[in-house]
């Protein structure tokens, strides 16, 4: 397996660097203290067998005085001491970063899914991004930590180590211990090409275990209710397993490549360790020199150890990152909380609008209808017959693939996604609910709305029952996706979550599909009392809450097959009268049930 390509690797050092060096000036007095500290603890460091071999030459020359020996003792002491104190400051310093770090691409990782095309959400899989971004939180740990304060602290304190041992002992002590940190660093480069095809495989692995994983315990419910416990765990056992043989054979390989590399460390020890004995003995080296040298040996022994560690570690780290970063920014941008596009209630046109999500499979055929500003539009119709997504593409989460849609007789197109979904109220055809409160879950699109506001929406969605059974009210924890609450109460908090941002645009996807027929009428009489100044337009399967609409659309295929209100429609004597006459059970030729809204 092939190395990443270079400007890869660069672009994620460029990208750990972006993190780093923030805007934010805490932030960056932070990564100056760090670097402080690992600047002096590695001056202290080489400064310290220094200071071990003058005093042992000193304790060999005893006409010295005793006060320059004393002193030594404490000047040894000190280095060390400090060299330890700013590594532990260094050590602190560096977990903040690495915390802030982890923060900062977690919240841009969230922050690109939750700005995908709605095409692109639809192919999301929560366990796979899950996985993804506690990859890349670990490998911000591996290649942050790895390159800045391990390997490149090592390598200017092992740069310094051999100039000091240049100068003291000559150049063959200096070319031997360049020549066998040289060969630990060779091997090292050559071992890595091969982990990271054995990273990507055990990254897939993960991948598709954490999918799985989530899936089954979302859809516990499922399982139980068809019996096939059994058979859900024998998956999960199978994508685990795929899972722990990547990552073992991953590994096994390195551990094995690590014992290469300390075989290396071991020879340069004995080489330098030997030269320094011939020397003694032939009295070109003092005792304290011996004991520099071994200082330094011994020193470097642990590090070195790990240094090939370290540099695997980063280098899968930058690996990680290159995967990600497509998905990955350093700045992002929240949802703007400039005013509302409409101070009114819109009108709405579409004009011979198509949209399809393949290539000759149409979802809505040259559609063209017009919704005059603070009408009431009902869309009905079969079964994927186009009316969500029609819904969709006025959000602008679909994007027309010919024709074309105004509001208030400008182009939708002009307005910027952000904008329109601000001045929008949706609820959408299934309730999606956090595992919060219930004040979480509909203050959820109006944070800063006010206690009487919050009333009116609950009111309106009939939700006021609801809630005073609960025992802590609105605070009422309803569970991972509001599975404490039945479907009907879900249906209810989703209508009241779009009733409260109070836009002048309402959409509703089939808003009370599981509510009893009398909630339902409840609902529809304060939907039509208390929301006249606002366009609403709302799919509904049941006929009878929508017959005083103000336009009636009924889709087939598409297409929209007839238009109108309630009244001309049954004299048309068509699509909707056939389903009004199966619903109601009147003769299409008899007079017509009315449900009174008054």
Known sequence: MKLPKAPKVFKALRFLLRCLWTHERYARWQVIAATGCTGFSIGLAVVTPVLLKLLIDDFSNLSTSSITAYLLCIAYGCAWFFSQALRRSEQYLVTAINERVKRTITVNYVSQVLNRPAAALSDHQSGASASEVSRAQDSVMRALIGIFWHIAPLCIEICLACIVVFSMFG????????????????????????????????????????????????????????????????????????????????????????????????????????????????????????????????????????????????????????????????????????PALFERAPSIQFKRASFSHAPGKYVLREASFSVPAGAFCAIV????????????????????????????????????????????????????????????????????????????????????????????????????????????????????????????????????????????????KHLHERYRQTTRLVIAHRLSAIQHADLILVLKDGVIAEQGTHDSLLAQNGIYASLWHKQVGSPMREQHQVISLC
Request: aromatic content about 8%; charged content about 20%.
């Open 381 to 524: 119709g079969p079964t994927g017959a186009g009316k969500s997504t029609l819904m969709k593409l006025l959000l602008r989460l679909y994007s027309l693939e010919s024709g074309e849609i105004l509001i208030d007789g400008r182009p939708i197109e002009s307005f910027s996604e952000g904008r329109l979904r601000q001045s929008v109220s949706y609820a959408t055809q299934d309730a999606h609910l956090l595992d919060r409160s219930l004040r979480d879950n509909i203050c959820f699109a109006c944070p800063q709305a006010s206690d009487a506001e919050l009333a009116r929406a609950i009111s309106t969605a009939a939700l006021t029952p609801v809630i005073a059974a609960a025992k802590a009210g609105l605070e009422t924890q309803i569970g991972e996706r509001g599975n404490k609450l039945s479907g009907g109460e879900r249906q209810r908090v989703t209508l009241a979550r779009a009733l409260l941002r109070q836009s002048h645009l309402l959409l509703l996807d089939e808003p009370t599909a599981a509510l009893d027929g009398q909630t339902e009428a409840t609902i529809f």
């Open 171 to 338: 150049a063959v002590y200096a070319l031997v211990l360049l020549g066998f940190l040289s060969a630990y660093l060779y091997s090292t480069t050559l071992t890595t090409s091969y982990y990271t095809g054995l990273q990507r495989k055990k990254n897939l692995a993960s991948d598709q275990a954490s999918t799985f994983l989530i899936d089954t315990l979302t859809h516990a419910d499922t399982a139980k209710a068809f019996s096939s416990e059994a058979g859900e765990l024998v998956q999960l056992d199978r994508a685990y397993q795929a899972r722990e043989q990547a990552s073992v054979q991953l590994a096994r390989k390195m551990e094995i490549f690590g014992v290469l590399q300390l075989l290396i460390v071991g020879i340069g020890l004995t080489t330098l360790t030997s030269l320094a004995c011939r020397d003694i003995f032939a009295q070109r080296l003092t005792v304290g020199d011996f004991a520099l040298l071994n200082g330094y040996l011994l020193q470097f022994t642990l590090p070195l150890s790990s240094f090939g560690y370290a540099i695997r570690e980063a280098r899968l780290g930058l690996f990680n990152l290159e995967e990600l970063l497509d998905k990955l920014t350093t700045r992002w941008d929240f949802k703007s909380t400039s």
